[in-house]
Structure formats: C-alpha cells, structure tokens
C-alpha cells in the first residue's frame, strides 16, 4: 500500500506541472532525460568556478533530477529555447494539502539569459501556477552575501525565515569540553515540559507551525527519548529556575549530502546576553553530530524564531551561508 502522504504530494505536483506547462508563451517544458546532464551543469557551473572538485557530483544531480520526474517526487520545468535547455525550475512540495508550500530547489540560468529579467519572469510564472494550483506559499535557499540574489528576492516579497550556519573550527566530541553543562533529555517527564514550553514560547518555525497544539509538537518529538538522530538537548539552569533547550534533528542536503543539523526549536536562551546558552547548546549538538561520525563539513540550519537569537553568536562561532526564505501566496 503507497504512503497517503507520498500520493497527496504527487498529486500537487501534478497540479503544479498541469499549471505551469499551461501556461501560454513562457517556453516552459518538462524536463526530459536527455536535458538532465545540462541542467546538472548550469546548476553546478558557479561552485565549479571555486571547487573543481565538484564535479563529481554531476551525475548524481543528474540522476536525482530524473529520478524526481520519473516518480513525481518534484516538478522540474525547462526553459527551452531553439530546443535546447537553457534554464530551469526544480520544486518540489514540503507539506500536505491543504496547506501545500513548493520549496524551490534551484532556479538556473544559462549565462546569457542572467541579469536581463529572466530569472523575474521565472519567478513570476511559478508563482501564478503555485497559487492556481493552491498552494500557500513558496520557500527557497540563498547564498549569503549575494546582494544581486537578495534583491531579487526581496523585491519579489520573499522574507528571511531562517539561517544555514557553518561551523568555525572543529567541534569537540565527548567529555566536558563538549558537554558545557548541557545534557541530553532522557526522560518522559522532562520530554513532556519541553513541549509544554515549546507551545507557550512558539518556538517552532512560524510558517510551519503557526499555532502549534500539544499533540502536533508531541508527535514531533515521539522518537527524540530514543533516536540517535533526532534529540533534545537540555542547558543547565543555573540561577534561572528553567534549562535551555534545543530540538536537534541531523539530516543530509539532498543534493550533496553533506550533514545538516536541523534545529527545530531552540528556547530559554534570550536572556542571556551574547547567546552564551544557545552557543553551549548549538556546540553540543554539534559534537554529537561527529560523535555519529558524520563525514565532512557539518552545517546548521535554523529556523525563525531560533535565529533571532543569533546576537553576538555567529561572529565567533558560526558562519551564515544561506539565507531561507519564504513568500506567502494570496489569492488573487
């Protein structure tokens, strides 16, 4: 029997792909096996420039991209023009029906069709077809420090949600130096006060979770007393009568697979000055993450409101690299 969640995605895809295709002059086609190996390319050409050691993933992309269309696992559009593909849109679905948001993996162009509006144009035309097709809302990374992206984005009515960090240093693993005073949560009792708090503080992400019920954020943390991916992390009170804590989940980028720590709530840190508890609990997570021996470089993604409490703490510890993004889609 097929996974109701799996079938109802399908389904958005294909009511997206449907709304895309359909509309009239865009040159917008689906992407057909033979075009994966170029938008493969284009997808990798500006870290190629820096990393030529990248290129071994190549024919993975390609692989994935049509592994997305064989399975309708995502929605890849081509800009063809003169019959050759010389752009892309690779999207795909992050939550259910009713309340479907598209996540934009990538938006490429070849580099004659850059910086004359194109990539505006593609925006635009996804974000009609989103919206007909009934989706909520449209989400996407960036690189940081691009101010051309940024503005393109922004003019577009995206807003930062939240933050891809990267590490400085190496962490340290095992023992005192790692631990700082936190722990992890092992018990049903300190699990069930996590998630009293969670509700009252509204920690998760907002555009994921607006009004989170006890039930929902319970379901979410079913597995974290017993899974060494999925945990919580507890900073020691001290004089205040209520630890730190953060909701860890370790994940791999589906592109290169490089660990991602996923920090699904982070709380009782904003009265310290400088984030010197949200730091012992972000180090923590860290550590347990090469404990699990976690190969490469580690990355750190938070979600709003986590990363509001980012003052004075990435300077020294941590590296913003990618900006997440979001544009809420009203009907028209």
Known sequence: MSDPSSRSTSLAHERLAAAL?????????????????VVSALIWEPILTRDPSAVAQ??????????AMATSSAVVAVLDVDGRAEGALWVRAISSPPAVVFYIEELVLAPR??????????????ERAARDSGAVGLSLDFVAHNARVEHLYARAGYGVIGLDLRRLG???????????GVKRCSTARELEAVVRRIVAERT???FEYPEPRLEQVRELLREALNSPRHFVLLAEARDQ???GYVVVQLEQSRLTGAPIIVVQALGGCADLGGGERAQRLLTNAFARGAELGLAGPMFLTLWEPAAELLSGLTHDAFQVVRHKMYRALTKA
């Open 21 to 37: 295709f359909s509309q009239p002059g865009t040159n917008l086609r689906p992407l057909v096996a033979e075009d994966s190996a």
């Open 58 to 67: 190549l024919d993975k992309t390609s692989e994935q991209l049509r592994q």
């Open 113 to 126: 069709f850059r910086q004359i509006g194109r990539g505006k144009q593609l925006l635009e035309r996804l």
């Open 170 to 180: 190496e962490p340290a693993t095992g023992g005192a130096a790692a631990s700082g």
């Open 204 to 206: 998760l992400s907002r």
């Open 241 to 243: 009568a209520t630890p």
